[in-house]
């Protein structure tokens, strides 16, 4: 499937040297995302559940492509004045060459640059991540958040726990303080 370039793509160089396309995620790349779902999570998501996501007109979904082909995404939607980290997921022929950092870097950057535009304040992002997810862990603390919290079996499929995450100006600074329901 051939992906569409628009005008607000950015290109991301990972770490590794790779030269990667971001931009927002389309109908039109569901097959593929489907394709990464199903090598990403034990219970994947359906794609009803994407084609609802990617309907929200407020929430932001990404992509990025390699020469084309759809390597990884990020679902993100607000939630009362939150951002909710929904989904991210990398090709796991793919992993561990920056393409997940890279789609979080661009996600947050544009979280951030529509919060000024609108002046309003930097935005609050969390998520859940299984606490076996040691890789989501370390990319997510890596890129500023913090635990805030636990929701006990909160998997159906094993009934691990969720760890909350949240990133925010405070856990920027190592801090929990403006975390809703969080006294640190
Ligand atoms: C989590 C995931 C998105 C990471 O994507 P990725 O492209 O492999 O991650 P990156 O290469 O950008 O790694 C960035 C950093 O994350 C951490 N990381 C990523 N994979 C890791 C692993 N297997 N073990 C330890 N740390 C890891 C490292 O700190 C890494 O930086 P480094 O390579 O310089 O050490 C990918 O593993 C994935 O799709 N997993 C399945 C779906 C999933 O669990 N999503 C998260 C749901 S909450």
Redesign the pocket.
């Known amino acids: 499937m051939t992906a569409r370039a628009r005008s607000d793509d950015r290109v991301a160089r990972?770490?590794?040297g790779l030269e990667l396309r971001v931009g927002r995620l389309g109908e039109h790349a569901l097959p593929e995302v489907a394709a990464?779902e199903r090598?990403?999570?034990p219970t994947p998501w359906s794609l009803a559940m994407f084609t609802t996501e990617l309907s929200k007109p407020a929430a932001l979904h990404l992509g990025a492509w390699d020469s084309d082909r759809l390597v990884?995404y990020a679902i993100c939607s607000p939630y009362d004045g939150v951002w909710h980290?929904l989904?991210?997921?990398?090709?796991?022929n793919?992993?561990?060459?920056?393409?997940?950092?890279?789609?979080?870097v661009e996600l947050l950057r544009r979280l951030e640059e529509n919060a000024l535009l609108a002046s309003k304040p930097p935005p609050a992002v969390t998520?859940?991540?299984?606490r076996t997810?040691?890789?989501?862990?370390?990319?997510?603390?890596?890129a500023g958040f913090l635990e805030a919290g636990i929701r006990p079996r909160y998997y159906p499929d094993t009934g691990e726990d969720a760890l909350i995450l949240w990133r925010t100006p405070a856990t920027l600074r190592g801090r929990l303080d403006d975390v809703p329901g969080v006294s640190a």
């Open positions: 990972t770490r590794s990464i090598g990403a999570y990884g980290l989904n991210l997921a990398v090709d796991a793919r992993r561990r060459s920056g393409i997940g950092a890279a789609l979080l998520l859940e991540v299984r997810n040691g890789a989501a862990q370390a990319l997510y603390r890596r």
